[in-house]
Every structure is written in C-alpha cells, then in structure tokens.
C-alpha cells in the first residue's frame, strides 16, 4: 500500500557529503516511523538511523553518529538523510523503511521498503 523510493545517493570524495531523500506515497506517512538501512553484497541490512512520527525523536548507529541527521517533512511526504564527513566504509547500499515505533533497529520491525540508493565514498 505504500511506495518508498530513494533518490540522492552517488559517488564522493572521503570527506564529503550527500543528502539522502525518501518519497512515499500510497499511505499516510505521518503515522509512520521512518529509518534509514544500509546494506553491502553478502551481508545484512544494518541499521543506520530512525525518527518518530512527528519527528521529535530520533536514534543513530554509533558508527554514524555526529556525522548523519535523519529529518522529516510530513507535508513533503519526505524523511531525508544528511549524510557529512563520508568515509570509505560507509559505502552501501542506503534503503527507507517505515514501519511503527517498536523494535526500530531490526529490520523485520518495517513493513515498506524502499529500491535502495548507492552511496560510493572513495578515498
């Protein structure tokens, strides 16, 4: 019933930044929690961030934290991603996920997900 589709990701320099957006459509989106995933060939899909309904709370990974920012703009239908300081080994593939606000940092916890953007951070 809902549509997830990401879109910002691509190729940059150790050091530098990309902004990560979500859409979705087909559903009410204030009603769910948002998250950013990320995955690389072979390996699970890891958590990387989370944001509450109205967008008052959010939760990192520690291996992300002070360096990406999760937000959202309900009117927008839109949860975003701000993405600084980029390294090498946050090269992934980045998914959205929605889903409620229970077990935010599993992956089984989100119902929608989307296609995936690349991020390629090179050194």
């Known amino acids: 019933q809902v549509q997830l589709v990401e879109s910002g990701g691509g190729l940059v320099q150790t050091g530098g930044s990309l902004r990560l957006s979500c859409a979705a459509s087909?559903?009410?989106?204030?009603?769910?929690?948002m998250s950013w995933f990320r995955q690389a060939p072979g390996s699970e899909r890891e958590f990387v961030a989370a944001?509450?309904?109205?967008?008052?709370?959010?939760t990192y990974a520690d291996s992300v934290k002070g360096r990406f920012t999760i937000s959202r703009d309900n009117a927008k239908n839109t949860v975003y991603l701000q993405m600084n300081n980029l390294k090498p080994e946050d090269t992934y593939v980045y998914y959205c996920?929605?889903?409620?606000?229970?077990?935010?940092?599993?992956?089984?916890?989100?119902?929608?997900w989307g296609q995936g953007t690349q991020v390629t951070v090179s050194s």
């Open positions: 944001i509450s309904q109205n967008g008052v709370t959010t």
């Open positions: 087909g559903g009410t989106f204030s009603s769910y929690t």
């Open positions: 996920g929605a889903g409620p606000w229970a077990w935010i940092r599993r992956v089984s916890n989100y119902v929608y």
